[in-house]
């Protein structure tokens, strides 16, 4: 039986019905858990002290913490620090057999340090199909029956509390509820590892080790651990390889009163699940309280929530087994010392070393004005000299002059291109002051920061790998600001997000953690912002549009749409998902539609039905391509043809300018049956966000061949027959385009200037706006109009947040002088 393999490791390490005994850890002891740079009002950061902001040995200014005491320390809020340096309510474990070392209530707490000239230090900010299962073996196995979980979003000031408080939460139902409980148990901030392969196991102790200030490890360090024929790890092998690795490991059967003691002493427990029948699977518990239990799911995703029920009938299946992992003595013992002198390489030399020797000695003395003075001397003497702009530059980070501190740096590179410790005072004073991508400029010089770890907080159904696959950062390559731009296209484009961001935080010894904070779109059309935004497509478009969400768990959307507006009705179905990585990433979209398009003034309708399949990806940071194929028909008398498109979107101003040039072509079999359509266009915009002042402008040119249908000439309107703006000049006279800028060849460009405002305690912003459109169609219709049309005009814009924006314009046009009112709905 499977379940027997499972128990006999107890003899392995014990059981958790007697109670073990571990070795103590004086208050003192320093924990190496992943140092964090203190950035005040973000979202994550690391520590400025592996950046060693002065080069030379023996003490010099910029390498100390100074009068001002340690930035290097990791800190947490008052409330959860008690008055002799350690955590509140988590008393330290006792002594035992195998010299390891338990850290009670998680990861101690170093000194808590003032920050220069004895203010408080900055607080540290932290960012913070089938599976594959593992049992003892590691199968496949359809998905889990409870799918539920929530992220839990830590920020720089109130990351413990936040944390508890949505554990509090999601088990109880009310924060009041939660405050008012005599006890209340700690959610444990054990880093997430997802599975690779048949991993699970090996990802589930990487996590524990990792959460335990082991660095560099991944579940790939357990792969020879796997057993091929059987698709996984054996309990008994994960047990022994974590004390081949001096690590204590406590295995055997437990219970939910066993497994929360481990849990508020700080302690994670890795437990052993049935996914489905005769298939097991690790997770990690990292918190347990009121009925429900949260874990780290390699499989899955982070802080998953399960009902204690469902967790404890999976759970029993193994017997309850459970294994605690504790670190090494060793370990400990190893970790530096925070207030230690860095060493460093470069010594000064030359006539100016004197002078430098002495800034550095005023300095360390805490004479910084006389050590100013002294090495602006040696700077003025020796200008060639890097030494002496490398000491200011550390003296200004002591201060937290940061833009001094990057301006002294830049000179000392300058003329020392090697420098390691001025570039990485320059890439701390720029991560310092929120230019992370030229942060990462400067860190590159030095061959750093390699990636260690992809954080995804957010999440509710999407499985955490589809995000990983899209960021697409390997463990171990070096972060380069191009690759976290790529990383935020890619993770912004999945279609079940309606928000992504990508960011990243430096760790100690030149690594950095990837941070992702996504928002999904709802899993079904049932919040009120939906019904808002299904109820202007009804009013202004005659539209009524649905999506569908990451219902399996795969990131994809579904979407539906049908339009019964009168000469002009359309239906269309798509699904659209992340594209498997065998296809290079990306999105991946099927669609399928067919719409009537009346024109002329003989009102002659042509009907386009189509089924294609349409893969884009970011290729670059700057460049996305796009390319389709399908079937199409253009009613009511052509045959079938094969349709063919590419395009390319082209970024070169940062996420400002966009550069767009698209192609198609339709192949019949007859000669009239083969036509084309191409354009290109360029689009600027101040500002993403609908926030302050933002402009807004656009240009460009659009073609079709002489066969091409009217369906796809292009034109100019108001928005709904067409997308080019032409506010003053709509297209449509009872859904039927008679007249108007339309034909063959379009020319447009415009501009437009918004000024958002969100008045008080309002759900949705507003901005006034002012806009010119000018456009020019000719090989149309003969009643259209040739001429250049220029139309400025004003309107109101209202956001609704997750809806999109309503548009009202009132426009004019000046060659004709016609005026023209307007509504539109920009999702």
């Known amino acids: 039986?499977?379940?027997?393999?499972?128990?006999?490791?107890?003899?392995?390490?014990?059981?958790?019905?007697?109670?073990?005994?571990?070795?103590?850890?004086?208050?003192?002891?320093?924990?190496?858990?992943?140092?964090?740079?203190?950035?005040?009002?973000?979202?994550?950061?690391?520590?400025?002290?592996?950046?060693?902001?002065?080069?030379?040995?023996?003490?010099?200014?910029?390498?100390?913490?100074?009068?001002?005491?340690?930035?290097?320390?990791?800190?947490?809020?008052?409330?959860?620090?008690?008055?002799?340096?350690?955590?509140?309510?988590?008393?330290?474990?006792?002594?035992?057999?195998?010299?390891?070392?338990?850290?009670?209530?998680?990861?101690?707490?170093?000194?808590?340090?003032?920050?220069?000239?004895?203010?408080?230090?900055?607080?540290?900010?932290?960012?913070?199909?089938?599976?594959?299962?593992?049992?003892?073996?590691?199968?496949?196995?359809?998905?889990?029956?409870?799918?539920?979980?929530?992220?839990?979003?830590?920020?720089?000031?109130?990351?413990?509390?936040?944390?508890?408080?949505?554990?509090?939460?999601?088990?109880?139902?009310?924060?009041?509820?939660?405050?008012?409980?005599?006890?209340?148990?700690?959610?444990?901030?054990?880093?997430?590892?997802?599975?690779?392969?048949?991993?699970?196991?090996?990802?589930?102790?990487?996590?524990?080790?990792?959460?335990?200030?082991?660095?560099?490890?991944?579940?790939?360090?357990?792969?020879?651990?796997?057993?091929?024929?059987?698709?996984?790890?054996?309990?008994?092998?994960?047990?022994?390889?974590?004390?081949?690795?001096?690590?204590?490991?406590?295995?055997?059967?437990?219970?939910?009163?066993?497994?929360?003691?481990?849990?508020?002493?700080?302690?994670?427990?890795?437990?052993?699940?049935?996914?489905?029948?005769?298939?097991?699977?690790?997770?990690?518990?990292?918190?347990?309280?009121?009925?429900?239990?949260?874990?780290?799911?390699?499989?899955?995703?982070?802080?998953?929530?399960?009902?204690?029920?469902?967790?404890?009938?999976?759970?029993?299946?193994?017997?309850?087994?459970?294994?605690?992992?504790?670190?090494?003595?060793?370990?400990?013992?190893?970790?530096?010392?925070?207030?230690?002198?860095?060493?460093a390489t470069n010594v000064a030399s030359g006539p100016c070393a004197g002078l430098i020797d002495e800034g550095v000695r005023l300095a360390n003395a805490g004479d910084r004005e006389s050590a100013r003075r002294a090495l602006q001397a040696a700077g003025e003497s020796c200008p060639t000299s890097a030494a002496p702009w490398r000491e200011l530059a550390g003296l200004d980070a002591l201060d937290g002059k940061w833009a001094d501190a990057e301006t002294n740096a830049q000179r000392a590179v300058a003329e020392d291109p090697r420098d390691e410790h001025s570039w990485r005072v320059i890439a701390t004073s720029r991560y310092m002051r929120h230019d992370d991508l030229g942060a990462l400029e400067a860190w590159n010089a030095v061959g750093e920061p390699s990636v260690d770890l992809v954080d995804v907080k957010g999440l509710e159904r999407t499985r955490y790998g589809v995000i990983a696959e899209a960021i697409d950062a390997a463990p171990r390559t070096v972060l380069t600001p191009g690759r976290l731009r790529r990383a935020a296209k890619r993770a912004s484009d999945i279609p079940a997000l309606a928000v992504a961001r990508v960011g990243f935080h430096p760790l100690e010894n030149g690594r950095a953690q990837i941070d992702a904070a996504v928002v999904e779109r709802p899993a079904a059309p049932l919040q009120p912002a939906a019904w808002i935004g299904m109820g202007f497509g009804l009013a202004i478009d005659r539209e009524v549009s649905t999506s569908f969400a990451s219902v399996t768990g795969g990131g994809e959307l579904i979407t539906a749409s049908w339009r019964w507006w009168e000469h002009r009705p359309r239906v269309a179905f798509s699904i659209a998902a992340p594209a498997p990585q065998a296809l290079g990433g990306g999105v991946w979209r099927v669609d399928a539609s067919r719409e009537t398009e009346t024109v002329g003034p003989l009102a002659i309708g042509e009907t386009r039905s189509r089924a294609g399949l349409t893969i884009a990806n970011w290729l670059t940071s700057r460049v996305r391509a796009e390319g389709s194929i399908g079937i199409e028909r253009f009613g009511p008398v052509a045959n079938k043809m094969a349709a063919l498109s590419a395009a390319v979107e082209l970024w070169p101003v940062s996420d400002r300018l966009a550069i767009d040039a698209r192609g198609g072509a339709w192949l019949g079999a007859a000669d009239g049956d083969r036509f084309g359509t191409a354009s290109v266009s360029a689009h600027w915009l101040s500002s993403a966000a609908n926030t302050g002042s933002v402009v807004l402008s656009r240009a460009g040119v659009q073609l079709a061949s002489g066969h091409a249908p009217a369906l796809l000439w292009p034109g100019a309107d108001t928005g709904h027959a067409r997308d080019v703006l032409l506010r003053a000049h709509p297209l449509l006279d009872d859904g039927i385009i008679r007249h108007g800028v339309f034909g063959r060849r379009l020319m447009f460009g415009g501009a437009e200037w918004r000024r958002w405002m969100r008045p008080s305690r309002w759900v949705v912003r507003i901005a006034p706006a002012t806009f010119v459109d000018i456009a020019r169609a000719t090989r149309g219709i003969r009643s259209g109009d040739e001429r250049v049309h220029v139309d400025p005009g004003v309107g109101l814009r209202i956001a609704v947040a997750g809806t999109g924006v309503l548009r009202l314009d009132l426009a004019h046009g000046l060659r004709d002088g016609v005026t023209a009112f307007s509504v539109g709905f920009e999702r």
């Open 1 to 343: 039986m499977e379940d027997a393999l499972i128990l006999s490791d107890n003899s392995v390490s014990g059981s958790f019905r007697q109670e073990e005994t571990h070795a103590r850890v004086s208050a003192n002891s320093r924990h190496h858990a992943r140092a964090l740079v203190v950035r005040a009002g973000s979202l994550g950061a690391a520590d400025p002290c592996d950046q060693r902001v002065c080069a030379r040995s023996g003490g010099s200014a910029a390498r100390r913490s100074g009068s001002g005491g340690s930035r290097c320390h990791p800190q947490l809020p008052p409330p959860f620090r008690s008055e002799g340096g350690g955590i509140e309510g988590r008393p330290l474990a006792p002594e035992g057999r195998s010299g390891g070392v338990d850290t009670a209530g998680g990861r101690p707490a170093a000194d808590r340090s003032a920050g220069p000239h004895g203010r408080p230090a900055v607080r540290r900010r932290r960012h913070d199909d089938r599976h594959h299962h593992d049992d003892h073996h590691h199968h496949s196995a359809r998905g889990p029956a409870h799918r539920r979980h929530r992220e839990v979003t830590r920020s720089a000031s109130r990351g413990w509390i936040l944390a508890l408080a949505v554990l509090s939460v999601s088990t109880a139902g009310t924060l009041a509820s939660a405050q008012s409980a005599a006890v209340q148990r700690p959610l444990l901030d054990v880093p997430y590892l997802p599975q690779t392969e048949a991993l699970c196991g090996g990802a589930a102790a990487a996590m524990v080790m990792r959460y335990w200030g082991a660095r560099d490890i991944y579940a790939d360090a357990f792969a020879s651990l796997v057993e091929r024929a059987a698709k996984g790890i054996r309990a008994a092998s994960l047990v022994s390889a974590l004390e081949e690795r001096t690590w204590t490991a406590i295995a055997g059967p437990g219970d939910a009163m066993r497994a929360q003691q481990q849990l508020d002493r700080g302690r994670p427990v890795i437990a052993l699940l049935e996914d489905r029948p005769g298939t097991f699977h690790y997770v990690v518990v990292v918190g347990w309280a009121r009925g429900k239990v949260i874990v780290h799911d390699p499989a899955r995703a982070p802080f998953r929530v399960l009902d204690e029920a469902a967790f404890d009938r999976a759970w029993q299946q193994s017997d309850r087994w459970m294994l605690v992992a504790l670190p090494p003595a060793a370990m400990i013992a190893a970790a530096p010392d925070a207030h230690g002198v860095a060493t």
